[in-house]
Nanobody
């Protein structure tokens, strides 16, 4: 499985960005897509997760109501739509995947075994 994240950039507080995660190498219907972020000096944390087959997504408390995770099955691409961005959202964002056959999301970082390269998101105040 290969993942490639893109779409990061510099945005003012209150602005929006959409991150993309292009996936290749497998049939993804049994995989979970996760978005994580890591700010300088902080641990990597989960932002959102969604099973590729659908179902209820998971969102970290700090992004609920502002971020939306989705996927396009035809393009095998995952997305993270970020709105109402705050300076504290500044971080390197990573997409990741793990196989999960029961349709449930996975929120623990240590279970994800496929990672894309990070994409920097910087929110200015």
């Amino acid at each position: 499985v290969q993942l490639q994240a893109s779409g990061g950039g510099l945005v003012q507080a209150g602005g929006s960005l959409r991150l993309s995660c292009a996936a290749s190498g497998r049939a993804f219907s049994t995989y979970v897509l996760g978005w994580f972020r890591q700010a300088p000096g902080k641990e990597r944390e989960i932002v959102a997760a969604l099973h590729w087959s659908g179902g209820s997504p998971y969102y970290g408390d700090s992004v609920k109501g502002r971020f939306t995770i989705s996927r396009d099955n035809a393009k095998t691409t995952g997305y993270l739509r970020m709105t109402g961005l705050k300076p504290e959202d500044t971080a390197v964002y990573y997409c990741a995947a793990v196989r999960r056959g029961d349709g449930m999301v996975v929120t623990a970082l240590q279970y994800y075994n496929y990672w894309g390269q990070g994409t920097q998101v910087t929110v200015s105040s």
